[in-house]
């Protein structure tokens, strides 16, 4: 019993030091700022194979890049559907025309936003997950190092 005691108090300890560990594609500046990048990945009732491929892809490169991010709010991952009434408008704000990942910069505080992109080259790159996926954390890295 008294080794199993050690064990727990040592997997405590390292669970801890885990708690602060950052990944290479998050280490940016944590702006005080009171912004907040969401990444909104925009599909329709009808799903394609494609379609599903983009939003696992982003998914995971957004979750394997920037776990700390995530768990503190300064990135939020948003899959909306944009057939549902309530959601319609963001085919209006951001020109939507196909399944679509956008990055927006948000003011918290007065729910305001800043910037946004679309990123339009998933699609070009839906055969190379590793080009995918880099392309992605950079776009995500840019707006969290400008934000």
């Not at 950052?22 to 280490?27: G, H, P």
């Not at 995971?60 to 009434?85: H, Q, S, T, Y």
Request: proline letters at 2%; a positive charge; aromatic letters at 12%.
């Amino acid at each position: 019993m008294r080794l199993f005691g050690k064990l727990v108090f040592a997997g405590m300890i390292l669970s801890l030091l885990m708690l602060g560990e950052t990944t290479a594609a998050e280490k940016v500046a944590e702006p005080a700022d009171g912004k907040v990048i969401i990444a909104y990945y925009f599909h329709g009732d009808y799903r394609c194979a494609s379609c599903t491929k983009i939003e696992n892809w982003s998914h995971e490169a957004i979750k394997g890049g920037f776990e700390g991010a995530l768990k503190r709010g300064r990135l939020v991952w948003k899959p909306v559907n944009v057939d549902k009434p309530e959601n319609k408008h963001f085919v209006k704000t951001y020109s939507l025309y196909t399944k679509s990942l956008i990055i927006v910069e948000m003011e918290k505080e007065k729910q305001k936003q800043m910037r946004w992109k679309n990123l339009d080259k998933v699609w070009q790159l839906l055969r190379n997950q590793e080009k995918f996926s880099a392309y992605v954390t950079q776009e995500i890295r840019d707006y969290l190092e400008k934000g």
